[in-house]
């Protein structure tokens, strides 16, 4: 499980292992209490949500937008 950044205890990451075939390009966030996944392309959408408040996701949001091409490069160099 790589991961990619941690940002005010939330931990962006991706699975070793993300099905077969490969999933779309995402990414998971998870802190103590919750978990969600973003797709990255063609745009970044909320993929699964469980446990975040829609303020936390709000934040998620701007820190995966901010980060994306940090994200598809990780993928990219990982899966690729």
């Given at each position: ?16 292992n ?32 469980d446990?975040f ?28």
């Amino acid at each position: 499980m790589p991961v990619i950044l941690r940002f005010n205890g939330y931990r962006f990451f991706f699975y070793s292992n993300e099905g077969n075939p490969l999933e779309p390009m995402h990414i998971h966030v998870r802190n103590a209490e919750a978990e969600a996944k973003f797709w990255l392309q063609p745009e970044i959408q909320l993929a699964r949500n469980d446990g975040f408040s829609a303020r936390d996701l709000k934040e998620l949001f701007d820190v995966v937008e901010q980060n994306q091409v940090l994200f598809m490069e990780a993928w990219n160099e990982y899966f690729g």
